[in-house]
C-alpha cells in the first residue's frame, strides 16, 4: 500500500514552453501534497505544499507563477512549469500524506527528470 | 525554522558490518523524524521512521534511536549488504501533514 505515482518519468522540452507533471496516490487519499525539487548529489528542496481545494503554500523563493500547482482532488495534484527554461531542468519529486493512520508517513513518487533545451 | 544536519556525508563499510548515520534537528517541536532511502534515479523510500513519544524503533536489520533531550536521532543498519547501498535522508516535522526538512544525506557504499 500507499503508492504514489508520476507522469512523465522524464521529459525533454523546449525553452519557451510549459510541462505539466502528474502525481498521483494510487490505493489511499491524500489530503496534502508536497513538491520537491532535486539537484544532483544534493538533497530534497521541498517547492510547495498543496491541499485538495485549497491554493497551494510556496516556499520562500519559489515562483508561484512560474510553478503551478493544482491539487484538484484527494488523489491527483499537478505541478506546470510554465516558460520552462534551462535553469530549471532538475528532479521533480512529488510526495502525499493521508488520512488517519498515513496522516504522518510522506510518501514518495519516482520523480520526473525534466530537462529543457 | 527547523533545521536538519545529519552526518556523515558518506560512509563505507564492509558488507557484514554496521553503519550508524547520526541527525541533529533544532526545533523542539518537531515530533516525526523519518528516514528515506534514495537509489540513484529514483524516488525516496520510507524505511522507518519514529515519533517523539517513542525512544527506539526496530525493523529487522534497521533501527532508529531519538533523543529528545539532545534534539538528534540515529539510524543503525546492521548486517550491511550491497544492496543497502544508496543515499539515506533523515527528516524532521511536526507531525501530520506536515512539511518534512531533510538533512543534507548520506551516501553510504556497502563493499563485498
Known amino acids: 500500500g500507499a503508492v504514489v505515482s508520476q507522469h512523465p518519468s522524464w521529459v525533454i522540452c523546449k525553452s519557451g514552453t510549459s510541462v505539466k507533471i502528474e502525481c498521483r496516490s494510487l490505493?489511499?487519499?491524500?489530503?496534502?501534497m508536497f513538491w520537491y525539487r532535486q539537484f544532483p548529489k544534493q538533497s530534497l528542496m521541498l517547492m510547495a505544499t498543496?491541499?485538495?481545494?485549497?491554493?497551494?503554500?510556496?516556499e520562500q523563493g519559489v515562483e508561484k507563477d512560474k510553478f503551478l500547482i493544482n491539487h484538484a482532488s484527494l488523489t491527483l495534484s499537478t505541478l506546470t512549469v510554465t516558460s520552462a527554461h534551462p535553469e530549471d531542468s532538475s528532479f521533480y519529486i512529488c510526495s502525499a500524506s493521508g488520512v488517519g493512520g498515513r496522516a504522518y508517513e510522506q510518501y514518495f513518487g519516482p520523480g520526473t527528470r525534466l530537462t529543457v533545451t | 525554522g527547523e533545521n536538519v544536519e545529519q552526518h556523515p556525508s558518506t560512509l563505507s563499510v564492509q558488507e557484514g558490518d554496521s553503519a550508524v548515520i547520526k541527525c541533529t534537528y533544532s526545533d523542539s517541536a518537531s515530533n516525526y523524524f523519518p528516514w528515506y532511502k534514495q537509489e540513484l534515479g529514483k524516488g525516496p523510500q520510507l524505511i522507518i521512521d519514529i515519533r517523539s513519544n517513542v525512544g527506539e524503533k526496530k525493523d529487522q536489520r534497521i533501527a532508529v534511536t531519538l533523543n529528545k533531550t539532545a534534539k538528534h536521532f540515529s539510524l543503525h543498519i546492521t548486517e550491511t549488504q550491497p544492496e543497502d547501498s544508496a543515499v539515506y535522508f533523515c527528516a524532521a516535522s511536526m507531525g501530520a501533514g506536515n512539511k518534512l526538512t531533510f538533512g543534507g544525506g548520506t551516501r553510504v557504499l556497502v563493499k563485498p
Open positions: 490505493d489511499f487519499q491524500a489530503t496534502t
Open positions: 498543496s491541499n485538495e481545494g485549497s491554493k497551494a503554500t510556496y
